[in-house]
């Protein structure tokens, strides 16, 4: 965006203009919203107090629980104040801040996700050898080894990556993203700041930014699905050779 993009407002139309159901909306996010940010403090809170909760699954799991609050957060409360109050509109900084967040924090629990596969890998199929997909492959498939594999900054190096992978994903389409302009019409239809609803709006040529999102959409997917599927089919093959109680 050029030099007026601080003065740039957007008017994020919402889900619906019908008082009943925005009624019925905000009844059923705020509750929701309640309940998932509960929810996921209590799983903080123990896996900080509790001293039996130290391993690394639970060190993913409450970073992992970190990112459902920020991620609910980025999205949520913005959109239950406008239904309180009836303003949508939306300063431009704050939905460019929106965007980098919402996919930043998403894209950071993809890779999150994956990681900890791998650490239940370790943990069951190498039980004679020593971030969520990558922790589940170390903890089932190589147990005894597990707390030398999985030491605490093995945990932090892959939960950093996870950020850092994602930072590196969302840079370019966030350089190309800061350069469109847009015309007279700026309302968006959602309620938040996607980017195919802003990239309609816009009177840039975004042929090359959308190519740019699908690639690296379709990466970021593959590239995870793949290290999880990995994972756990490790995971199963070393399952099903266990012996059996009979046997």
């Known amino acids: ?10 008017i994020l139309l919402g889900l619906t203009d019908d008082p009943m159901l ?5 009844v059923f996010l705020f509750f929701n919203y309640i309940l998932s940010l509960m929810g996921n ?9 509790d001293p039996h909760l130290k391993t690394p699954m639970y060190f993913f799991l409450r970073n992992f629980s970190f990112l459902e609050i920020s991620f ?3 999205c949520i ?3 239950l104040t406008s239904i ?3 303003d949508k509109t939306i300063s431009y900084n704050s939905c460019a801040t929106q965007l980098f967040f919402f996919f930043l924090i998403g894209i950071t629990e993809f890779y999150l996700l994956a990681a900890m596969s791998y650490d239940r890998y370790v943990a069951i199929c190498k039980p004679l050898a020593g971030c969520m997909s990558y922790d589940r492959y170390v903890a089932i498939c190589k147990p005894l080894h597990y707390p030398n594999i999985m030491n605490s900054k093995v945990c932090h190096q892959l939960v950093l990556s996870s950020w850092a992978t994602a930072l590196l994903i969302i840079f370019p389409p966030l350089l190309l993203g800061l350069k469109l302009d847009f015309c007279a019409a700026k309302v968006i239809d ?10 309609q709006i816009s009177c840039t040529d975004t042929s090359f930014i959308e190519l740019t ?3 690296l959409a379709v990466m970021t997917l593959v590239i995870t699905l793949l290290l999880v599927v990995l994972s756990y089919t490790f995971i199963i093959k070393t399952i099903l050779k266990f012996p059996s109680v009979q046997q």
């Open 41 to 49: 403090l209590i799983i903080i809170v123990l896996t900080l107090l």
């Open 1 to 10: 965006m050029k030099n007026q993009s601080g003065e740039i407002e957007f």
């Open 213 to 215: 999102n699908f690639v």
């Open 190 to 199: 959602h309620f938040l700041c996607d980017t195919s609803p802003i990239l």
């Open 22 to 26: 925005q009624i019925v909306i905000f």
């Open 72 to 74: 609910t957060t980025v």
């Open 77 to 79: 409360p913005r959109f």
């Open 84 to 86: 309180l109050t009836g």
